[in-house]
């Protein structure tokens, strides 16, 4: 939306994006550092996002579903980039024409990019392994029968072996330690040709676990964005979303004033309401009304009653009032704001924050330089 039109401004720091490229990157060596952005990049815009990451040097890219392989390819013609929904049925030529690599993740999978390999091979393909989500990837039964039939992959050229963490973020999670042990059973048991394929594993928050998790190439997303990888640690990585609401209206009520629907919010003194021009219907969740806080020149103040579908309302009363009039703006996000406070204050994670974020914003791409 326009500038001078929208209710509120969304700043996408893409130079503070690259930067935090370089430290995963860095962190990771020697291993290869990919990047995950589906979702459209986690909500921050794959137009802008995916030239960024390709400008600081990432060369291999993982996305949801083959639509966004499409966009993403129209975007980076000399990327590589992987469909970690694997393959959907009838779409084998669209993988081909844009040069789209699945993640095999099941038997199924397999056999599909097999019978399209036989005519139109040798295809490249990752193949994942579940090492413990039950979610996608080969369960050891049907590594099993892989290992049994490995003429099923004469035609596929298999890159990288992958599997995904369920509990990186809580580094003392002896789930950690499971998952990687079972990889390496895994891999033990996988057909010959594969026992020596690259393998990936980590995620974000795996980088941090430390170089038993990199193996040879690791696929970060929040971290990329601004998110904490550790849970409850210092936020390492530098801040890239900053949302800023504009204000509408300020007014200064008594004590015992109702705001917002259902009257949930009563003033205790004579107070100054101050009303945003944000709401669930831009992805400022309705569970944030009484709980998130915002900032004006770095000073919080509350979110008083409900969320509204465009509105909030904030109690500014220890604001000076020069700073709270009717066109100013008040930190939603960033800032005095962490984006991972508002998601715990939202009861979600930074993930469900950024890719919630609204389509009604002013979006502005800051390109500071590296
Ligand atoms: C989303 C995703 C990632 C990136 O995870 P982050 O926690 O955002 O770093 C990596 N691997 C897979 C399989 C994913 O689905």
Redesign the pocket.
């Known amino acids: 939306m326009e500038r001078k039109l929208a209710g509120a401004h969304l700043t996408i720091n893409l130079g503070a994006l690259k930067e935090n490229y370089c430290l995963l990157r860095d962190k990771a060596a020697p291993a290869e550092c990919a990047a ?1 952005v ?1 979702a459209n990049a986690y909500g921050l815009g794959i137009e802008k996002v995916g030239p960024a990451l390709y400008a600081a040097g990432c060369r291999r890219f ?1 996305v949801a579903l083959p639509g966004e392989g499409v966009t993403l390819r129209a975007l980076l013609p000399d990327a590589k980039i992987h469909i ?1 929904a694997g393959l959907l049925p009838d779409t084998e030529e669209i993988y081909l024409a844009h040069r789209l690599d699945p993640v095999l993740n099941s038997l199924h999978d397999i056999r599909q990019w097999a019978a399209f390999a036989k005519t139109r091979g040798p295809l490249h393909a990752l193949l994942h392994l579940d090492t413990g989500m039950t979610r996608l990837g080969l369960l050891e039964a049907e590594i099993r029968e892989l290992a049994a039939a490995p003429e099923l992959l004469n035609n596929i050229e298999i890159d990288f072996v992958m599997s ?1 963490l369920s509990c990186a973020d809580v580094a003392d999670d002896p789930m950690n330690r499971e998952q990687l042990e079972k990889l390496e059973f895994f891999r033990s048991i996988l057909p010959k040709k594969l026992r020596n394929t690259p393998v990936s594993f980590a ?3 795996g980088i941090f676990l430390g170089p038993d998790y990199h193996f040879d190439m690791v ?5 990329l964005f601004g998110g904490n990888p550790h849970a409850g640690a210092p936020n390492p990585m530098r801040e890239v979303v900053h949302l800023r609401g504009r204000i509408l209206r300020v007014a200064d009520v008594d004590s015992e004033f109702p705001v917002g629907y259902g009257a949930t919010f009563r003033t205790e003194g004579s107070s100054r309401i101050a009303t945003v021009s944000v709401g669930y219907a831009d992805g400022y969740f309705r569970v944030l009304g009484n709980k998130a806080e915002c900032a004006i020149n770095n000073i919080k103040v509350p979110v008083v009653g409900r969320v509204s579908m465009d509105i909030i309302t904030v109690d500014v009363s220890k604001v000076p009032a020069g700073d709270c009039a009717p066109g100013a703006f008040v930190d939603l996000i960033g800032g005095a704001v962490p984006l991972d406070e508002v998601a715990v204050h939202a009861d979600t994670i930074p ?1 469900e924050v950024l890719t919630a974020l609204g389509s009604r914003y002013y979006r502005e791409y800051l390109d500071a330089a590296v």
């Open positions: 995950s589906k993982f970690l995904h995620n974000s928050a696929r970060p997303g929040i971290a993930y």
